[in-house]
């Protein structure tokens, strides 16, 4: 039986865990997660955090941080300060949550970002960090008959240089076929956002969305090999009560096609004495 990797996007619970980060995680892994993904701090410092998960039973695989992307002078010496952050909480994966693409992206737009995700890949792998970039919407953009903006953005970039992380949600509301993009991008993917909506757009569970993952999921190769994170912005309920809701919705469409969620978290783990059964993982994650 297939063992899934399924981790919270912690927008999902922003506020609760604003509130009380502590009591907020451990109810995340009570409710079957085994991972997290940050996009803050918290109020905690990076240390702290690394402890409280680690003594919850969590891991960190990646983390989003904000990007100054409008002021030039100021980008790489916040992405430095982002990417320490990153390393001393204990994850292994850096992730640029956007970036400003134009509806009409012109040439030297392009040239810029590619120069840009070229030097932050390098400031990462100084610090011993995966470079991710998540898609937003205009990423899939058609530029000519077979390409897409992302394509241009990325194409002097190797795998090792960047990595993706799929937001399924957008690339639907982008008007294209997650299944068909994920293929594609595949070999570069490392996590995926689960999210979907209903008709206005807005967010809600992942079962009573326009989206439909009893469809996709199953059609996505080497899954097992990701991370999949679960992301909801707008509650009708509570936000752990959707929190909850989405796991078991998600879990059960893979236990229907063979598969479970994984129990153990030792692969993402980060530690520095000896040697465990993830450290194989730990470039990785």
Not at 64 to 80: A, N, W
Not at 253 to 269: E, F, H, N, T, W
């Amino acid at each position: 039986m297939e063992e899934y990797q399924i981790g919270l996007q912690m927008y999902a619970v922003k506020h609760v865990a604003e509130d009380d980060l502590i009591t907020t995680l451990k109810k995340i892994k009570k409710i079957g997660y085994n991972a997290i993904e940050l996009v803050g701090y918290y109020s905690f410092s990076p240390g702290a955090i690394r402890q409280i998960t680690k003594k919850i039973g969590l891991v960190i695989p990646s983390v989003h941080v904000p990007l100054r992307i409008y002021d030039e002078q100021k980008i790489e010496k916040d992405f430095e300060r982002s990417a320490q952050f990153v390393a001393e909480v204990g994850s292994r994966n850096i992730v640029i949550p956007w970036l400003p693409i134009r509806e009409k992206i012109k040439q030297h737009e392009v040239v810029f970002l590619q120069q840009l995700l070229k030097t932050l890949a390098k400031i990462a792998a100084n610090h011993k960090i995966q470079l991710v970039l998540h898609n937003f919407s205009r990423e899939f953009m058609t530029v000519d008959s077979d390409r897409f903006v992302i394509d241009q953005i990325i194409e002097n970039l190797d795998e090792h240089q960047i990595r993706l992380e799929l937001d399924i949600g957008k690339i639907y509301m982008n008007g294209h076929d997650p299944v068909e993009v994920y293929n594609r991008y595949e070999s570069r993917t490392q996590f995926l956002h689960l999210r979907s909506v209903k008709e206005g757009r807005s967010d809600c569970l992942l079962e009573h969305g326009v989206i439909d993952y009893k469809r996709i999921l199953p059609q996505l190769n080497n899954l097992k090999d990701k991370v999949m994170y679960i992301e909801q912005q707008v509650h009708l309920q509570r936000a752990l009560e959707d929190a909850q809701m989405n796991f078991q919705y998600v879990t059960q469409i893979l236990q229907a096609s063979g598969g479970q969620a994984r129990a153990d978290v030792g692969q993402y783990q980060s530690g520095t004495h000896g040697m465990n059964n993830g450290q194989k993982y730990q470039n990785q994650y």
